[in-house]
């Protein structure tokens, strides 16, 4: 344990302790993919194999998560698209050629595909 001798001494070991606990800015992006019964009822699996198809098409690096029911069944299939540290934005009623659209838009070009957009979650600091 260091002796703390002056200020300064206090001042480096809490810029230490601060780098220590900072949250690390994650760059992923995550595709969600809403897969209850009510997404599978309304499309999701092929939705799901759209998302595939595109991401390998693309060449991208992503983490495509499959999710219960959220309670938007009127909308489903619901797709979401995070870019971390970014808002998650959700897209319902997704087809699979609006999946592959969003995710030819969204993830390789940074464009929110917002006539599809339904709702914005966005981080708390």
């Known amino acids: 344990m260091e002796r703390i001798k002056s200020l300064a001494d206090l001042k480096k070991i809490r810029e230490q302790q601060q780098k220590i606990h900072e949250p690390e800015k994650l760059e992923q992006v995550n595709v969600i993919i809403g897969m209850g019964t009510c997404g599978i009822a309304a499309g ?15 060449g991208l690096q992503v983490n495509i998560i499959e999710t219960g029911c959220i309670g938007m069944c009127e909308y489903e299939p619901l797709l979401d698209i995070q870019l971390v540290p970014e808002e998650r934005i959700t897209y319902g009623q997704v087809t699979p050629d609006l999946a592959r659209k969003i995710i030819a838009d ?20």
Do not use: F
């Open 106 to 125: 969204h993830i390789a070009n940074g464009q929110i595909v917002y006539d599809a957009a339904i709702a914005r979650l966005t981080r708390e600091d």
């Open 44 to 58: 999701a699996r092929n939705v799901l194999a759209a998302v595939k198809d595109a991401v390998a098409e693309h």
